[in-house]
């Protein structure tokens, strides 16, 4: 396997658009069940959220297995929701392990600025005071999870696809994606200002359409709920798109023999 200058980050979310268009009605209700699943785990106290960070990696490749097989030209299945437990489930599990203590040590490098107010926040779901905002310290606090996790999120990037898809194990998973973007930092740049983008376009549509929509709070619901569903697998996509695009294989030493000279 090889690791390759990419094209264009903006190309890849052009692409999730084009991946989302085959098959929209399947790919919104795969996206609506995984939401169920993860709803019924956080259900339960403590430790639902946690095996929810720990099965992440499982999930992730079953929405790239979704993506190959729009990309192959065949159709989605229901059980491809599931694929992502069927290749390497003990080093995906792995993975979401230590992808829960990353969290954790960005969450507690934060508690340095805010005296934990982010941390509890996030992880006990208590809101943070007004004084926490009004100081700077929660602002503080997520410049630095911010700068702390972003070389957590380049690690986890590609590593889930590539220990199901390449047979990595975890660490070696996790080294090869976060060298994989540092080495295509400016298409990363450009894909970044290309969600941001979308994203500010997308918080517009929303804010004309709350005031277009005053006095029906239940149709602007579903009008969020609607374009959650539709952005998600957009996302998968792209990253599909992301992960063909930085990663080659070379040919096999039988291919390469029948075109020697």
């Not at 290749?87 to 490098?109: N, R």
């Not at 926490?132 to 702390?148: E, F, M, Y």
């Not at 996790?149 to 590539?162: D, E, I, R, S």
Request: hydrophobic fraction near 60%; proline fraction near 6%; include cysteine.
């Amino acid at each position: 396997m090889n690791i390759v200058p990419a094209k264009n980050g903006w190309l890849w979310l052009k692409r999730g658009i084009s991946l989302f268009r085959r098959s929209p009605l399947l790919w919104t209700l795969l996206v609506f069940n995984y939401w169920l699943l993860i709803a019924l785990l956080d259900l339960i106290p403590f430790a639902g959220p946690v095996l929810a960070t720990l099965l992440l990696p499982a999930f992730s490749v079953s929405f790239m297995e979704m993506c190959n097989e729009l990309d192959n030209g065949r159709g989605l299945r229901p059980a491809l929701l599931l694929s992502g437990f069927r290749k390497e489930l003990p080093t995906l599990i792995t993975m979401g392990g230590l992808y829960l203590l990353s969290i954790l040590l960005v969450l507690g490098l934060s508690a340095l600025a805010d005296g934990g107010t982010l941390f509890n926040w996030i992880v006990r779901g208590t809101a943070p005071p007004a004084s926490a905002i009004t100081d700077g310290s929660l602002t503080l606090a997520l410049l630095v999870a911010g700068l702390a996790g972003t070389p957590v999120v380049m690690a986890f990037w590609f590593a889930p696809v590539l220990a199901a898809w390449d047979k990595m194990g975890a660490v070696k998973a996790l080294f090869f994606s976060f060298f994989a973007g540092w080495r295509n930092w400016r298409a990363f740049l450009i894909y970044s200002a290309a969600l941001a983008l979308a994203g500010v376009a997308l918080s517009i549509a929303l804010t004309v359409a709350a005031v277009l929509l005053r006095g029906h709070p239940e149709v602007l619901r579903m009008a969020l709920l609607v374009a959650t569903l539709v952005c998600l697998p957009v996302l998968f996509g792209s990253f599909y798109a992301g992960y063909r695009d930085v990663f080659t294989r070379e040919p096999a030493p039988e291919a390469q023999a029948s075109v020697a000279p």
